[in-house]
T-cell receptor, first 115, second 111 residues
Framework: DVKVTQSSRYLVKRTGEKVFLECVQD?????MFWYRQDPGLGLRLIYFSYDVKMKEKGDIPEGYSVSREKKERFSLILESASTNQTSMYLC??????????????FGPGTRLTVL | TQLLEQSPQFLSIQEGENLTVYCNSSSVFSSLQWYRQEPGEGPVLLVT?????EVKKLKRLTFQFGDARKDSSLHITAAQPGDTGLYLCAGPFSGTYKYIFGTGTRLKVLA
């Protein structure tokens, strides 16, 4: 079974703090993703990575950065947390199935509250 | 622009009823996934369909991929309270590994 794990299920931080969210996958997937999910807005892509040290901005990268030093680990960094970054953060990894098809798996999520 | 429209948005039914959820697009997808998400949890992958016309079954759940690979459906037979959750369809954006997500169907099965 594919396993995507996230370092914390719940986090409470103060405005201005630097926040690290860690994600690890155990299936040697090349592609990894960070999303945030908010009521009424669905899942929105923050950043993704298609290889070690490679990253691309998603739809809402402002206020976030990422790091991928090892294939299995993808970190999301909030440089200076703000209250509008309170959200559910979801990490995912994907694998190609051939002919342009992919299969994506999610972690359990981190519920971040910024006070 | 590739979009995935799901219908219905909300569904509340009694235990034992059957239901179908639809996922439609005007674009062709190389594959589509269906996920179920419970409150406070990450989406859990239920199935991946790849071939046009493909039908897959997972216990009481039947998934179908349209012949033209532009739409998919999820049929649940004899729904149970444990089926309650948010159902999402999703597929890779054309030519990339970025994903498009459906608008979601929130299902509530009453005992």
């Amino acid at each position: 079974d594919v396993k995507v794990t996230q370092s914390s299920r719940y986090l409470v931080k103060r405005t201005g703090e630097k926040v690290f969210l860690e994600c690890v996958q155990d299936m040697d997937h090349e592609n990894m993703f960070w999303y945030r999910q908010d009521p009424g807005l669905g899942l929105r892509l923050i950043y993704f990575s298609y290889d070690v040290k490679m990253k691309e901005k998603g739809d809402i990268p402002e206020g976030y950065s990422v790091s991928r030093e090892k294939k299995e680990r993808f970190s999301l960094i909030l440089e200076s947390a703000s209250t509008n970054q309170t959200s559910m953060y979801l990490c995912a990894s994907s694998t190609p199935l051939g002919q342009g098809a992919y299969e994506q798996f999610f972690g359990p999520g981190t519920r971040l509250t910024v006070l | 622009t590739q979009l995935l429209e799901q219908s219905p948005q909300f569904l509340s039914i009694q235990e034992g009823e059957n239901l179908t959820v639809y996922c439609n697009s005007s674009s062709v997808f190389s594959s589509l996934q269906w996920y179920r998400q419970e409150p406070g949890e990450g989406p859990v992958l239920l199935v991946t369909v790849v071939t046009g016309g493909e039908v897959k079954k997972l216990k009481r759940l039947t998934f179908q991929f349209g012949d033209a690979r532009k739409d998919s459906s999820l049929h649940i037979t004899a729904a149970q309270p444990g089926d309650t959750g948010l159902y999402l369809c999703a597929g890779p954006f054309s030519g990339t590994y970025k994903y498009i997500f459906g608008t979601g169907t929130r299902l509530k099965v009453l005992a």
